[in-house]
Structure formats: structure tokens, C-alpha cells
């Protein structure tokens, strides 16, 4: 499996010099989080493929920072996101990505949970249409606020969409969050595509592997057995790579293929 780290865990800094980074520690790819609506684009697409120095990207995180306009009921905000959309299926077609992740709807209260299911699913449908006739697939992440806190609501959840092409992931400090060890939440479900951060029961969360309380030995053995033929995308907290980030990124690495990743 190859070994990836997000850009999203080297925030504040460009995405340009984020993948650079990335690149020069030695991972097999990265996953880039947009951070503005130029990142979420073909043009910037192009824009990777032109610069020097960067790895593969193997996935795009839907983006954060527009989550607003994704999960939103309101009519135009509804045209928004399917441009949106359709500008980040055309990024990853270009940028030869397999996956895109998003989250699912959270948690609501009944009244709002009414108002605002539908619609939302109808802009994760049309995100998996789009993506499907570029090859690439929807992972859908194991959010501690939502349904999909746990297996087998992850599986009513995907069950729910009705879409051939939406697939389970997992986050490990999320099933920590969740109360459940990323190896059982692995052991109950197929998942494609893994975000990958230690947590620790002292408060720290999205820590670097192995600077937390997951027995990363256990969970990549299990991987091993399951066959697990996905990306394997560190997805640290930014904040512990504000300093000294080359140092970090070769550290972590080096953490992670001492477990014999292959």
C-alpha cells in the first residue's frame, strides 16, 4: 500500500510548497485538502502537473472550508455546489486521483434533519454520478458527529444514498473519538481509503502515528490480511507541523515503514 501524507496537515502553508514538502521526505503520493475555491479547479490541476518536485496525488478532500455550500438546503446554494463539484471530479480526473473524500451529514435535530437530508443527498448523488464517469471513487468518512460513527451505521448510511458508487474509509483518531479501535471498526467493515493519525486517552488527538495510544502493529497486520489495496493518507492536527515540518514528515515515515508498509 502506498504510504501518502495530506496537505492538510501542513496548514497554513501553500499547497504547492505543502506537496513539495511531501514530496522531499520520501512519500508515495499525497492528498490535498483545497484551501480556496482557485485549489478546487482544473487550472490549478494544471498547475500541479507544471510544477516540479510534486508527488502523485491519490485523493482530494472535498473542501472543508466549503462544506457550507455543500450541505445546505437552500436552492442556490444547491447550483453552487454541483459547479463545485463538478470542478473538483475535473481536478481529480486530471490530476489522475482515485478518490474523493467527504463527510456525511451530521448529527441534527429532527426538525433540521428534515429539512436538510434530502437535499444533501441529492448533492452526495450527484458528486458520485459525476465521479463515476471519471473513475473515481467516493469515500465516505467515519465522522464521530454523524451516523457513519460506527460500522454498521456507516452501512445503513451508504445503504440510505443508494449510489453504486460510494464506499467506506476510515479515520483512526475519528473511531477513537468514537470509542471504537480503529483495528475493530477495520475488522467489520471493507473500507477503500484510510486517514491515518494516532490519539492518545491523555487528550491528544490526530497526533502523529505513534506518538499516541493505537497499536499501529495490530491495525497494519490486520491490513495485510484484508488486503487492503488503498492509500494509507497521514492526516495529522497542522498544528504539530508548524515547526520543523521536514524533520517530522521523515520521522512519521520513518515510523510507518518500520512496520513493514509496503
Known sequence: MKICFSTAGLFPRPTLEALQLIA???YDGAE??????????????????????????????????????????????REE?????????????RLQSSVIVIHPLSDLPPEKKALFTAPVQENIRFLC???????????????????CRTPEGMKAYLSSLNC?????????????????????????????????SDHSASGGKHL??????????????????KNFQGCFVVEPKY???LKQPEELLRETL?????????
Not at 136 to 147: D, K, L, Y
Request: hydrophobic share 40%.
Open 24 to 26: 522531499e521526505a520520501g
Open 32 to 77: 490535498i485538502m483545497p484551501q480556496c475555491r482557485y485549489e478546487t479547479t482544473p487550472r490549478f490541476a494544471s498547475e500541479i502537473t507544471r510544477t516540479k518536485g510534486i508527488p502523485t496525488i491519490c485523493s482530494i478532500h472535498f473542501p472543508l472550508i466549503f462544506f457550507p455550500i455543500f450541505y445546505n438546503p437552500y436552492p442556490k446554494a
Open 81 to 93: 455546489a454541483r459547479l463545485l463539484v463538478r470542478d473538483v471530479v475535473a481536478m481529480a480526473e
Open 129 to 147: 454520478e459525476q465521479a463515476a464517469k471519471s473513475g473515481v471513487r467516493i469515500a465516505i468518512e467515519n465522522s464521530p458527529t454523524s451516523p
Open 164 to 196: 453504486p458508487n460510494v464506499f467506506p474509509m476510515l479515520d483512526t483518531t475519528e473511531a477513537m473519538e468514537s470509542e471504537i479501535h480503529p483495528t475493530e471498526f477495520l475488522r467489520l467493515l471493507d473500507v477503500i481509503h484510510l486517514h491515518v
Open 208 to 225: 502523529p502515528p505513534g506518538k499516541g495510544d493505537i497499536n499501529w502493529t495490530e491495525f497494519v497486520s490486520l491490513l495485510k490480511k
Open 239 to 241: 498544528t504539530y507541523f
Open 254 to 262: 520513518n515510523f510507518l515503514r518500520n512496520l513493514c508498509i509496503a
